[in-house]
């Protein structure tokens, strides 16, 4: 039996279920697993070799089996009596929060993300970081799957969130008291802080619909006409890491290579976390940046769009004479997946193979990334066009927004798409473009972003493929591409 390392929880035992009545307003619980707990033993399943010292014995498995496909709701259970919303939200940096609810009664709270990702990535991390509040140590479940309430969904695709930001406000009579009393009306808060030398606060609720009913007052209320207000960034969202000696390094050199079975260094040997494509990663998963070299100088962007698959980006710094480019993921898991991709299997353009590293991460703006989770992309769709419509006068009207790196058009579905190299220059695109009098009358909305689609094999697993495949069988239909 391999001794266990003191320092960490005693991994691979099994912890009872935890029970819930299945007849609340949140629906069927499935059984609660206990964090550092019911976890398979990965090195049975590599042939018996043994654990690496200073790893733990047992690593999550693939998928856990209580998981609610599509669950964006987690049950944390074992709440003390007294705890606060926010003694629970200060345990959250995986993604933008919906609502927090609290059943102080039944000792369990609700958390609703706004997204199935962001409810994945919270839960899989606290295997290996344990969620203690006032000495009970917290247990995870998955709630019951539910969509995203349609007012709420609406109100996140112009940039809702959590948090309301008041600006140029007197901070001298504007404390954090007073705003929590005033604001009190319109739900639970969360908190509120002030910042008395920008003269402006933010107001955390502990759900998104009081935070749009509070900003529906507020821009209609004669009292706030000559001060700002507006949605500031869930502080649930990831938070980039790493000491000052790498940030200073980061601001010297606009990229760092990483060896792709190497951690980095400020990832210790306890520090490895979960990762839905199969790969030991560090804590550090905010990493959203990929730096390209190698590439061949007679291409375009459009070309290297054209390789790059496995995740949507937020946007493409592309510099033709030095061969190279930064993408930035929306996701950083998918921008690690495709790292790991380029690395083990190798990605080539033009018979050239690029090269590929980890860059300065890039800190997505709030609006932008609430945006991208309810739809939006680089990706411009223009349905319902004329045959006669100048795909070069498209370029030309829509270049005012921002650098377009593609314009696509598909006659037989009577529509156009333009891909932006930047997604809030897309956002802007559709949300101006409709009232302009030459498109006003067309149906102008977000399509797919195809670097978003499922990386393409490799000549080796073609091969593979088709050494599998039966003879004669040549019948599959092909499909019609239709994301621009």
């Given amino acids: 039996m391999t001794p266990q390392n003191p320092m960490m929880p005693p991994y691979g035992q099994m912890a009872s279920g935890v029970g819930y009545n299945p007849q609340n307003m949140y629906g069927n619980m499935a059984a609660a697993a206990a964090s550092g707990y019911g976890m398979s033993n990965l090195f049975g399943q590599m042939g018996g070799q043994m654990p690496m010292p200073g790893y733990p014995s047992s690593f999550p498995p693939a998928m856990d089996p209580n998981e609610q496909e599509g669950s964006r709701t987690i049950y944390i259970g074992n709440i003390p009596e007294t705890v606060t919303a926010t003694e629970i939200l200060n345990h959250v940096r995986s993604g933008p929060v919906e609502a927090l609810r609290i059943l102080r009664e039944k000792s369990c709270a609700f958390l609703a993300f706004m997204d199935a990702a962001s409810a994945r990535l919270f839960y899989h991390q606290h295997p290996w970081q344990r969620l203690v509040i ?242 939006a992309s680089r990706n411009v769709y223009i349905g319902g066009i ?27 579905k009577n529509c156009v798409f333009v891909n932006f190299l930047n997604l809030t220059n897309a956002m802007r695109a559709v949300n101006e473009a409709k009232h302009t009098e030459r498109y006003k009358d067309y149906k102008i909305s977000f399509g797919k972003d195809r670097c978003a689609n499922p990386q393409k094999p490799s000549q080796q697993q073609q091969h593979q493929q088709q050494q599998q495949q039966p003879k004669h069988d040549d019948q599959g239909d092909k499909k019609t591409k239709t994301d621009g």
């Avoid at 019951?144 to 695709?157: G, N, R, T, W």
């Avoid at 829509?398 to 377009?404: A, K, P, T």
């Fill in 386 to 412: 004329e045959n006669d419509l100048d795909l070069e006068q498209v370029r030309q009207d829509f270049s005012v927004y921002g650098e377009v790196e593609q314009i696509n058009r598909l006659e037989a």
């Fill in 134 to 375: 006032k000495d009970n140590e917290l247990k995870l479940g998955w709630g019951k799957p539910s969509a995203l309430p349609s007012a709420v969904s609406k109100a996140a695709q112009q940039g809702a969130t959590r948090n309301v930001y008041l600006g140029n406000i007197d901070t001298q009579t504007m404390t954090p008291q007073s705003l929590e009393t005033d604001f009190a009306q319109y739900g639970e808060i969360d908190r509120v802080r002030v910042l008395a030398e920008r003269k402006c606060a933010f107001v955390h609720f502990t759900t998104v619909s009081a935070a749009v009913k509070c900003m529906e007052r507020l821009q209609g209320s004669p009292e706030w006409k000559d001060r700002r207000v507006g949605y500031g960034r869930d502080r649930c969202m990831p938070k980039s890491g790493g000491d000052a000696q790498q940030q200073q390094q980061q601001q010297q050199y606009p990229f760092n290579f990483q060896h792709p079975m190497r951690p980095s260094s400020s990832a210790s040997s306890s520090s490895f976390g979960f990762d839905p494509y199969g790969m030991m990663m560090s804590s550090d998963d905010t990493q959203n940046t990929l730096y390209i070299g190698n590439i061949p100088r007679d291409c375009s962007v459009e070309d290297l769009c054209n390789t790059i698959r496995g995740g949507a980006l937020f946007q493409v710094k592309f510099i033709p004479d030095k061969g190279i480019a930064f993408l930035t993921f929306l996701d950083p898991l998918a921008a690690r997946h495709v790292h790991h991709t380029m690395e083990t299997q190798g990605l080539t353009l033009r018979s050239r193979r690029l090269r590929c590293g980890w860059a300065k991460s890039v800190v997505i703006p709030a609006q932008a990334a609430t945006a991208a989770r309810n739809g």
